[in-house]
């Protein structure tokens, strides 16, 4: 059974940094894109960036552009998301992706992607 349990939310001051993990388990997905998504209270879901499964291709939201950081370790089937200089308009629940599709690239779409982890909650204060 594919699961994606995603780790590292919690509060923050704005400016400050947090790192997400998420582990992926029931198979290998050293072949398939992975990412992150957003949702905050109120607002729709938003894509935050997402990794090719060789980390060759890698996109960000505008928002996010020079701030977060999208990493992969296939060895451990783990993808990460490197939060700085956080603002408290990051604030939001953000789940982990992916796209079972054999050297899959990524992308914004979120119906490209057939796994979604629970969700992590990031909270920034101003």
């Known amino acids: 059974q594919v699961q994606l349990v995603e780790s590292g939310g919690g509060l923050v001051r704005a400016g400050g940094s947090l790192r997400l993990s998420c582990a992926a388990s029931?198979?290998?997905?050293?072949?398939?894109?992975m990412g992150w998504f957003r949702q905050a209270p109120g607002k729709e879901r938003e894509f935050v960036a997402s990794?090719?499964?060789?980390?060759?291709?890698?996109v960000y939201a505008d928002s996010v552009k020079g701030r977060f950081t999208i990493s992969r370790d296939n060895a451990k089937n783990t993808v990460y998301l490197q939060m700085n200089s956080l603002k408290p308009e990051d604030t939001a629940v953000y789940y982990c992706?992916?796209?079972?599709?054999?050297?899959?690239?990524?992308?914004?779409?979120?119906?490209?992607?057939?796994?979604w982890g629970q969700g992590t909650q990031v909270t920034v204060s101003s």
């Open positions: 990794i090719s499964w060789n980390a060759g291709y890698i």
């Open positions: 992706v992916t796209d079972t599709r054999t050297d899959s690239s990524g992308g914004s779409y979120p119906g490209q992607y057939d796994y």
């Open positions: 029931g198979r290998t997905f050293s072949r398939n894109a």
